[in-house]
């Protein structure tokens, strides 16, 4: 809660150009290594003062941080613990909730996941036409986002079976992937934390109705991925092929573990293991490097200054990573579930807006379609570049060099942008008098727009595991600045319960007691139906 007092001292150092600041031992300062990448923030308006300040601000971390891994119960408005890190804990590290140690517990649950892995790659478990060539995996938010960003990132390790993500509750989804697949070859991972989810549910159904039209038994064919086991019964899967996992793991936290089965059967359970060392070697890093440099505490310090501090309502995270297409959507969830919130974890009204609104898309094409508005429009996105050194296909390099040099470029142009002089002197000859200021305002770039690069040598698992995670603990630092529960998500209930108030209105009843809007579209919805 400090921070919301640091505000009006912060926003008095804010305001230096970013280009008076960018001397050679500024990054020394505001570079920071980690987990094998490197992250630079000094193409940021944060000058050393307020980097002191943030980092005084920043006092309750520590505390929170170990709290947060010795299995307190930081999750306050549930009552639980935070402990998507000891999904990736080592096997012989000791972690105990309600005097419990959890590890052992996960490592069984890991092995199980293994043994099951394998047994699908290696051709041991067949569905009920021969070796599992497919596997759908149904869920929705973190039960989808996690693997499904994951698969797609590290497809070069993928040589498991294909796979396949439904998540929406549009029949659509489902539709376009059963198309195509052989249900006596397909395996179908329901993956839901709660086992209630109204889209995973439906979708699971309509997945075994489709399976059952094929072959004698579809329960050999599904497995289970939830936290409430209990209700996995219910579908008569065997416990064999039900994973579970503890209310410690939150559903955007969790494809460390039980959700990431499918990435695991993509991939492999070594190159799994990969990705959860990545996640472990940031986690080492978080708890060990000095505040100051600390990569997940700058990143966070960044956000807070760029949102609270200077008043820029979004960031964007655009990574020149083809394969982190759905890193963005993944961080939505994971930034805007987490932080967007408007109580203090007191319950008190916020000081101020706590969460941005997170948005991307891989670069080169977001330069094609949205960075107008980045490098010219009136309101400044702070733009969280990264970019590998090397590409998986070694042979088509010249791209991954140009890859490069986009991502450089962009983050240079919106440092030093083009003056109205510079945009004259550039048109000079083609046009004259008036019609040449008229011109060169068009081509003015303001410039002093921050941005953040991270780079790392290349996408593989452990990367991927270190850059999950960087995200993560980002999000819980500044959670904790702000001083608001990252780790809950009421927002989303009230959406919920009036889908399901309004299924019965949808099918033909009494819809008048509804607010005249809402009447009027289910009135022409139902009569177009
Ligand atoms: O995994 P499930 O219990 O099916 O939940 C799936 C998702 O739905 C909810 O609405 C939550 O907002 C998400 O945090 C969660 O990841």
Known sequence: MKFWQGLDPLRALSGTPIADLLTDARLDRFTVDAAGMHLDLSKTSITDGALDLLIDLASDVPGRRDAMYAGEKINE???????????????????TVDGQNVVPGVQETLTRMREFARAIRHGDFSGQGGAITDVVNIGIGGSDLGPAMAVRALAPYHDGP???????????????????????????????????TIETMT???????????????????FAALSSAQEKTADWDIPPSRVFGFEDWVGGRYSVWGPI?????????????????????????????????????????LAGLWHHQVCGYPTRAVLPYDDRLARLPAYLQQLEMESNGKGVTMEGDDLPGPAGPVVWGEPGTNGQHAFYQLIHQGRTPVPCEFMVAAMGHERELDHHHRLLIANCLAQSEALLRGRTLDEARAKLAGKFEGAELDRQAAHRVFQGDRPSTTLVYPCLDPATLGAIVALYEHRVFVEGVMLGINSYDQWGVELGKELATSLGPLVEGEDASAKDPSTRNLLTLLRGWR
């Open 77 to 95: 408005t549930e009552g639980r613990a935070v402990l998507h890190t000891a999904l990736r804990a080592a096997p012989d590290a000791e972690i």
């Open 162 to 196: 294909r796979c396949h993500f439904v998540s929406n509750v549009d029949g659509a989804d489902w539709a376009d992937t059963a198309r195509g697949l052989n249900p006596a070859t397909t395996l179908v991972i329901v993956a839901s934390k709660t086992f209630t």
């Open 203 to 221: 979708n699971a159904r309509t997945a075994w109705d489709w399976m059952a039209a094929e072959v004698e038994d579809p329960a050999a064919q």
């Open 260 to 300: 990431g089965l499918s990435l695991m059967i993509a991939i492999g359970p070594d190159a799994f293991d990969e990705f959860l060392s990545g996640g472990r070697a940031m986690d080492d890093h978080f708890r060990e490097a000095p505040l100051g440099a600390n990569m997940p505490v700058l990143l966070a």
